[in-house]
């Protein structure tokens, strides 16, 4: 089994969690390990039927091509009759090479029962895995068992996670440092996607004239048709109407109305996006990523709604394809669902502007000359001045204010 290429520029990656130990049956097609890159987290399947033997542990850094395992094919255990018995020759199993007088695999049973996460223990703490009493089923070695010995012997503790594909940790754990023996701090290597995530934002900073204006909207009304119309959308279309899908139309209107902000700098030139995919920034375990939906501008709110759910599950199982990442033209952050009220965005390069979306909160504001409490959302546009003027970003936020505050000027399909 070889690290496949996943994407055009990814030359590496890291084995975030393997989903079956060394020496258990796997079948073709069987979801084996997660590579995880600097852009996506991908699942490598199987490519046959047989007996996995993993040679990369789980957090360890892999390249393009690199062999992370060996299927050893045979039939499934117990599923039909051995290779003796129908005259067939031996599998090549550590037993059978054993019984053949060839020699032996240098991988014995010990090792065969001991996960990833506790061989690792083992092998960097010299460990004997014979003189080790395992407490998890079966009598196996669990990660914990390592550990109580390693400590009776009064090494410092090791802190590495062992992954599930329901727990995925950020990144790989590395050794605390050597004074760190009281707990009071964790070294952690980043992950490929969180180091990128990292470089994106210092080549954000360094590379644009970054300047963020504001505005504020008086979410009644959209709250008010939301409300009306959410059972009714939700029997045709077999989902809730959210009001991400409004501010992507009022986005796209207000992209129509200011085009600079739909363009970008590339060397010399200004290019300008007669096209509206829009990305959607969605949090996840691992870092921020941002699919891109796909002309948003031809798009019903039920499409828009769909397409931001499938993204963001797939953004949190980990799931995203490259191509569902590459080619946004602006993009929105909901800072909002983490109960953010205002904040900065910064821009998405090469894009040239990024909206903010944030709390809804309960304000009194003053009305045709009185104070009504209102539910206000604070927007925020990041963008870079470089081709963008203030004029023209206040108009952007204004335009996508109006849309908002009247959300019948939008194209609504519902």
């Known amino acids: 089994m070889k690290i496949p290429a996943v994407g055009e520029s990814i030359s590496s990656g890291v084995v975030s969690v393997w989903h079956k130990k060394s020496g258990e049956q796997v079948k073709k097609g069987e979801p084996l390990f997660t590579l995880e890159t600097d852009k996506v987290s991908t699942e490598i399947v199987a490519e046959t039927d047989g007996v996995l033997r993993t040679k990369a542990a789980e957090g360890q850094e892999v390249k393009i091509g690199e062999v992370v395992a060996e299927i050893e094919e045979s039939s499934a255990a117990g599923a039909a009759p051995t290779n003796k018995e129908k005259g067939a020759p031996e599998q090549t199993s550590v037993a059978a090479v054993a019984d053949r007088g060839r020699p032996e695999s240098p991988t014995s049973p010990a090792d065969i029962a001991l996960s990833p996460a506790v061989r690792r223990i083992v092998d960097e703490e010299k460990l004997d895995p014979a003189k080790i009493s395992g407490t998890g089923k079966g009598g196996r070695i669990t990660k914990g068992d390592a550990l109580a010995v390693t400590q009776n012997r009064g090494a410092p503790e090791r802190t590495d996670t062992e992954a599930s594909p329901a727990t995925e940790v950020a990144g790989p754990v590395e050794s605390l440092a050597p004074a760190a023996q009281d707990g009071r701090i964790v070294r952690k290597k980043m992950s490929p996607l969180r180091r990128k995530i990292a470089q994106q934002l210092v080549m954000a900073q360094h590379t644009a004239a970054i300047l963020t204006t504001f505005n504020e909207c008086d979410m009644s009304e959209v709250q008010a048709l939301r409300a009306h119309a959410q ?184």
């Open 231 to 414: 059972e009714q959308f939700t029997k045709k279309n077999g989902l809730k109407l959210g009001f991400m899908s409004f501010f992507v139309k009022a986005t796209v209107a207000a992209l129509k109305a200011v085009p600079p902000i739909n363009g970008r700098i590339e060397g010399d030139y200004f290019i300008q996006n007669n096209f509206y995919d829009i990305g959607v920034a969605v949090g996840t375990e691992r870092g921020l990523v941002v699919p891109v939906v796909r002309d948003a501008d031809k798009k019903s709110f039920a499409e828009l709604e769909r397409d931001i759910a499938d993204y963001a599950k797939k953004a949190r199982e980990g799931k995203l394809k490259i191509e569902e990442l590459q080619g946004g033209s602006f993009t929105i952050s909901n800072g909002g669902v983490y109960g953010s009220l205002l904040s900065t965005p910064i821009l998405n390069p090469p894009q040239s502007g990024i909206l903010g979306m944030h709390k809804i909160m309960e304000r009194p504001i003053a009305v045709n000359g009185a104070v009504v409490v209102r539910p206000m959302m604070y927007l925020a546009l990041s963008y870079d001045h470089r081709i963008i003027d203030g004029k023209e970003a206040v108009t952007f936020l204004i335009k996508v204010k109006e849309g908002i505050e009247n959300p019948k000027t939008l194209p609504i399909d519902f």
